[in-house]
């Protein structure tokens, strides 16, 4: 019997180390069964001695890559990771409004690990006016959260609840804000414009996170696409990238990847915690 498995996009940019970005994203995709496709808008690779850590693709490079991805395969889920720049925001605005993706997942990646700026300052406001109105989810974390809101400071659930309230005002169809850096559990906040939903995890005590957050929303997009709610994309994608996470390892004294192949070879996955009852607002 031939499969065709849902076709999965990520419009991001290359981490050459393995753990982030596209890498993270196909190796999540590959994980959870779906077919993964790729735009990089950057390479990212750290240079110690000239500091140029980015090298940003031109735009028909950008184009090229979208219009194979689009028209000689098709795509039913699409995530954006690290864009970069203005110019390519725009691009990427302008090519998700003529691909007619019906599940578009927006993760605002601005600073990485490798302390590079992974998006330019003044491309704040393209992300905010034209991409993110355009997302059925968005994933900020909480330094990414608190960047959207002019530097509100965000401490505890309540500010991630209130800070998906007013990012819902931006006009994505669901915000979830993630609470990686919260003390205590990792309590991340779901909101639709009406209804609050929790997802708390365990915190796991490691450093090895890098692509954490990649890994997550790769793994949202990948659920949507195979159909599932939004709630039950989440829910699961939690559950996956805490048991990549719980696995995370380092081959030298840099901070490491998670496993992407933990759930397949470790066994279970992480249960999350769903809190449906956190109110209307
Ligand atoms: O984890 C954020 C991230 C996203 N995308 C790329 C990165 C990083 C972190 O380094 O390199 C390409």
Same mark, same amino acid.
């Given at each position: ?66 219009? +194979? ?7 039913? /889920?699409?995530?954006?990771?690290? !864009?970069?720049? #203005?110019? $390519?925001?725009? @691009? ?62 965000? +401490? ?7 800070? /998906?309230?007013?990012?819902?005002? !931006?006009?994505? #169809?669901? $915000?979830?804000? @993630? ?62 990238? +805490? ?39």
């Amino acid at each position: 019997m031939m499969i065709k498995p849902p076709r999965v996009l990520t419009i991001a940019g290359s981490a050459a180390g393995g753990s982030a970005g596209i890498q993270a994203d196909l190796k999540t995709f590959q994980e959870l069964d779906v077919y993964g496709m790729s735009v990089i808008t950057a390479i990212v690779a750290r240079h110690p001695e000239t500091k140029k850590n980015v090298h940003p693709q031109t735009i028909e490079a950008i184009e090229a890559q979208c219009a +194979t991805a689009t028209n000689q395969v098709g795509v039913d /889920a699409l995530k954006t990771g690290m !864009l970069f720049s #203005k110019e $390519v925001i725009e @691009k990427t605005a302008e090519i998700i409004r003529d691909s007619n993706v019906e599940h578009v997942v927006i993760d605002p990646v601005m600073v990485g690990k490798l302390d590079s700026k992974l998006l330019e300052d003044d491309a704040i406001d393209a992300l905010k006016m034209q991409l993110l109105p355009m997302a059925t989810i968005i994933t900020p974390n909480m330094p990414e959260a608190s960047f959207l809101l002019d530097g509100r400071t965000l +401490t505890c659930v309540e500010d991630l609840k209130q800070a /998906a309230k007013d990012l819902h005002e !931006l006009g994505p #169809k669901y $915000v979830l804000v @993630k609470g990686g850096r919260l003390e205590g559990p990792a309590v991340d906040v779901l909101y639709n414009g009406s209804q609050f939903i929790t997802f708390e995890a365990p915190r796991i005590d490691t450093v090895h996170t890098s692509g954490a957050g990649c890994t997550y929303s790769a793994a949202i997009t990948a659920e949507l696409a195979k159909g599932n709610s939004i709630h039950e994309a989440v829910e699961a994608a939690k559950g996956f990238v +805490t048991t990549a996470i719980d696995y995370g390892f380092s081959y030298t004294e840099l901070v490491g990847p998670t496993y992407h192949a933990a759930r397949r070879t470790q066994g279970e996955a992480h249960r999350i915690i769903v809190d449906k009852t956190v109110g209307e607002n």
